[in-house]
């Protein structure tokens, strides 16, 4: 079994716009399950898509299962499978060695900046860009299955 340990934070809007984007790529994703339990989500890529399993959150860490998909069959769940999806694009910038994801939505979701750092270990230090803002972590509205059934726009 895997274990994700990450940590999400808002992104400072401003300060974000300034800064090179290293690499980008549209992502759109839809969940089959979707509870406070687990969730089961089909990822399409520019190029890749995944099927993902996650399990329930504890502080900053969840088990977690990734498995590559062909990208036709991932159109078809999210098209056949999926009630609610999310598009954004996701940035990969690498600040102090640590890689960050920092996601645009899209949709119902636009204005919303979000960046995660995966973790070795919920204690593990790093340093944070100055275009990171509040930790949100905890704060299930800002998890991506949430934000699918719950969008930015309508808090």
Same mark, same amino acid.
């Given at each position: ?33 979707s ?13 890749? +898509? ?9 502080g900053? !860490? @969840? =088990? /977690?299962?990734?498995y ?18 999310v598009?954004?694009i996701r940035?990969f ?21 979000? +960046? ?9 230090s790093? !340093? @944070? =860009? /100055? ?23 309508s808090?």
């Amino acid at each position: 079994m895997g274990i994700e340990i990450e940590r999400k934070f808002l992104v400072n809007k401003e300060k974000w716009n300034q800064v090179k984007k290293e690499k980008r790529s549209l992502y759109r994703q839809g969940y089959i399950v979707s509870d406070p339990e687990k969730t089961i989500r089909v990822r399409l890529t520019d190029n890749e +898509a995944f099927l993902t399993i996650k399990g329930l959150s504890v502080g900053a !860490s @969840r =088990p /977690e299962f990734e498995y590559s998909i062909p990208v036709d069959e991932a159109q078809q769940l999210l098209d056949g499978f999926c009630d609610t999806v999310v598009s954004k694009i996701r940035n990969f910038i690498t600040y102090d060695n640590k890689l960050w994801e920092v996601d645009e939505f899209h949709g119902d979701n636009e204005g919303l900046i979000v +960046a995660e750092i995966e973790l070795d270990d919920e204690n593990e230090s790093f !340093s @944070r =860009p /100055e275009w990171i803002s509040e930790e949100v972590t905890s704060e299930k509205k800002y998890s991506n299955s949430n934000l699918a059934k719950k969008p930015y726009k309508s808090w």
